[in-house]
C-alpha cells in the first residue's frame, strides 16, 4: 500500500505507471536519504494520466504538424507567461518585444500568429527549452489548456489520481500540472486520508491562466484549502519559469514556501524528488501522517 503518491506533469504522457514509478520511486528516496532522514518506509504509487490526452489506443510520436497558427487564446497567454519569466532569469533570451520590454509588448501587440512565432523561437534558443520542438512545446501547452477548460477530461485525469490513493496514502506530491490535478483532487474529495500536499514547480499561483480557472475557484484572491490536508509545502526552483510565481503562501496562506537549485533542468522531476528540501518534505509527512 502506497505512503506516498506522485502526480506528474506534462512531458511524462509516452511513459506509463510502471515505467514512471521505476524512475520516481529511487529519485523520491535518495532525496530523503540526501536530507538525513531515516527512509520511512515510504511505498510509492505513481498517479499517470499523460494517456489520457492521446485518443484511446493511440500513443505515438506522430503529433500533428503544429506551428505557430495553432496556438492562440489560453496557449498564447501561457507561451507570454513562460517567455516573460525565461527573460526575467535570463536576458540573453531574444526578446520579441524589442526594446520596448515585456510589459510594453504585451500591452501595444495584438496575439497573432507572428507573436507566438516570436515567443516559439526566443524559448527554443534558450537554456530551458533548448531540446524541446515546437511541437512538443505546442502540445505542453494544449494539454494544459485542454486540462483547464475541457470538463470530462478534467475529471477522468482527478479520478486517476484519486484511484491510486489507498486507505494507507499520506503524501501526494505533485509536479507542474500534476500539482493542479493533485490540488483540485484533494479538493473535490475531503475523504481522501492525505495530510501532506508537496508541489513541485507548481503553476498554481499563475493568475488568469491557471489560479483563477481552478476548481474550486478561489473566494477574491485567495485559493480554498485542500481537503484535510495539514501541512503544504511548495518547493520551487528559482529558474523554473513554469512555477510562476515561485511563492504559493500569497494566494494560498499557510503554504510553506521553499527555494532550491536544480541546475541546468530547472523544472524537471527527478531533479526536484532528489532535492534533500523535498526528501525532508516527504519524510515528514509519511511519519506524521496518523498524528492526530
Request: glycine share 10%; aromatic share 6%; charged share 25%.
Amino acid at each position: 500500500m502506497a505512503r506516498v503518491v506522485v502526480v506528474h506533469g506534462v512531458g511524462q504522457e509516452f511513459l506509463g505507471p510502471e515505467l514512471m514509478c521505476h524512475q520516481v520511486g529511487p529519485a523520491l528516496r535518495d532525496g530523503i536519504r540526501l536530507a538525513g532522514e531515516v527512509d520511512p518506509d515510504a511505498e510509492v504509487a505513481c498517479a499517470f494520466y499523460g494517456d489520457l490526452f492521446f485518443p484511446p489506443g493511440v500513443r505515438s510520436w506522430h503529433l500533428p504538424p503544429w506551428d505557430e497558427h495553432d496556438v492562440d487564446g489560453l496557449e498564447a497567454d501561457l507561451l507570454d507567461s513562460w517567455w516573460a519569466g525565461a527573460v526575467a532569469v535570463d536576458p540573453d533570451i531574444a526578446d520579441p518585444a524589442g526594446t520596448r520590454g515585456a510589459a510594453g509588448f504585451a500591452v501595444s501587440r495584438a496575439l497573432s500568429s507572428r507573436a507566438v512565432r516570436a515567443r516559439l523561437d526566443a524559448l527554443s534558443g534558450s537554456r530551458f527549452f533548448a531540446a524541446v520542438s515546437d511541437r512538443l512545446l505546442i502540445f505542453a501547452l494544449k494539454q494544459v489548456r485542454r486540462y483547464l477548460t475541457e470538463r470530462p477530461l478534467r475529471e477522468a485525469v482527478r479520478a486517476r489520481v484519486a484511484a491510486a490513493i489507498d486507505p494507507d496514502t499520506r503524501v501526494l506530491v505533485g509536479h507542474s500540472l500534476g500539482s493542479v490535478v493533485a490540488y483540485e483532487t484533494l479538493c473535490a474529495d475531503p475523504s481522501l486520508p492525505v495530510t501532506d500536499l508537496v508541489t513541485l514547480g507548481s503553476p498554481l499561483g499563475l493568475r488568469s491562466v491557471v489560479f483563477d480557472r481552478l476548481d474550486p475557484a478561489p473566494i477574491g484572491e485567495v485559493g480554498l484549502w485542500p481537503g484535510t490536508v495539514r501541512r503544504w509545502t511548495n518547493i520551487a526552483d528559482q529558474g523554473d519559469v513554469v512555477a510562476l510565481p515561485g511563492r504559493l503562501a500569497d494566494r494560498f496562506p499557510d503554504v510553506q514556501d521553499e527555494t532550491i537549485a536544480n541546475g541546468v533542468r530547472m523544472h524537471d522531476l527527478l531533479r526536484y524528488l532528489t532535492a534533500p528540501t523535498t526528501g525532508r518534505a516527504i519524510a515528514r509527512g509519511v511519519r506524521n501522517g496518523d498524528e492526530s
